[in-house]
């Protein structure tokens, strides 16, 4: 792969002012995710919140030492899964990724990575589709989470599908859970587990069922997202049921409990204990942890502005317990917006900044950093854009880049989220071009000639994550707005949120395939 990522071992959100601004979106939250259990008492409830900018689905957590490190989600893009790292579980830095380039095993499909800790050492146990097609569970570990991780291949093998790892250690035992079944026809949806070797790289016995998804019920979806925690002589898992995904998801949680990890686990009779409002949509795949006397849930959810074309991004509440029967409930009042960070980029440094994301699917990118400059290249021959993007922090922003007029690729300012549905503004030889791809066809939607210069200032206008409205500079101080806005109905996606960036689309004609950029900014 000719894509390669230096990545920096301590990016922090919080020193990041020189090429970025935090700032919050005032929006108002004020109905709360629904709790399926009364108050038990009066109190000051939690703040529900985001806690994390940005996309990342399907959230892992641990605790080592006092600090807290999460990751999650990749899907299709790469470097491959993102970790953070906090003190508080509120303010998050940036540590580095689990892989910079993928394992040899995999294809694509990078999701739910799950951390765990034991004896000086970190384990990743991570779903992936093998490159035929089969998505196994494989681990990896290290004794610097700062540093990547190494691959120790497949550890769960399971029929046409096994995803969604969780390791509990009761006593001595290490325990890991899965789910299976979910492309299996006519076979219900099953959370599994089996014990783990003492080095965590192997299974070790017969699996057991832990959960079984009923049909006729919330979770006729399936189930899958587990997390477990101990709490007054019980074992709770917390698991999310029905579609996790999409415009049509309705994702929720619900809870199952047993005395030791081969069960039984009983399930709730008052699941699921935590649903979508009006403000958050389809919330589930967490994990829950301990922090003093009190215990949270890290998870993902959709926010509403901007569904789903943004994606999923990580949530924080606190977990509370019915003291009469004994069950978790939620009750957590949500009053805080996004988390939003401008970010801007001059490509000044030797390395690109780890912010950036490409599509594993198509391998067409390389690119090279000069005089303060990314050159970027199609290696596809103009099949696909060869596109480098940022998931953006809300659905309401401002996007630019400054491309160097001149040759016969199309250089864009481009919102993408696959390699068949993007859109975007680019200069094309002399010609300024809006241009939309849907399903893989390819549509002009306007184009206008530029008047002589080496260089244009693109700008597109973000609203709810699916309008846009392109203009174009010059000088980067007079600006022409241009005709034709765009509706994006092209970018929502079932597994994963847009990206908005910078691509070069080919031309085969005439083998062009370069693309010269000096910029590239988002303002919220």
Known sequence: MKLTFLLFKSFSFSNFQKMTKTAFLTLCFSAALLACSPIQEEKTPFVQQQVIPGELPDPSMIEVDGVFYATGSSNDWGPFYPIYQSKDLKNWDFVDYVFREKPNWTLNSFWAPELFYKDGKFYCYYTARRTDGVSCIGVASTDDISKGFEDHGVIIEW?????????????????ITWKAYGLTEGKPIQLLGSKLSKDGLSLEGEAFEVVTAEAESWERGGIEGQTILEHDGYLYMLYSGNACCGANCDYQVGVARAKTMEGPWEKYDGNPILVGNENWKCPGHGTALQKGEDWYYLYHAYPSTGFPNIGRTVLLSQIEWDKNKGWPYFNAESDRGLIVQDFRDDFDGNELNPKWRFDVGIENVSYELSKRKLELKDDSNGQYPAFLGISPDAANGTFETIVEIGGDALKSLTFYVTRDNNLGIGAQGDSLIIWKQSGGNWEELEKIELEPSEKVYLNAQMKEGKEFVFSYSLDGNS??????????????????GMKAGISVKADSATDNQMGSFEAFQIKY
């Not at 096994?162 to 250690?169: L, T």
């Open 479 to 496: 600006w022409t707005d241009l005709a034709t806005n765009v509706i994006g109905d092209n970018l929502a996606w079932w597994s994963w």
């Open 159 to 175: 029929g046409e599908e096994a995803i969604d790892a969780f390791v509990y250690q009761e006593g001595e035992d290490l325990y």
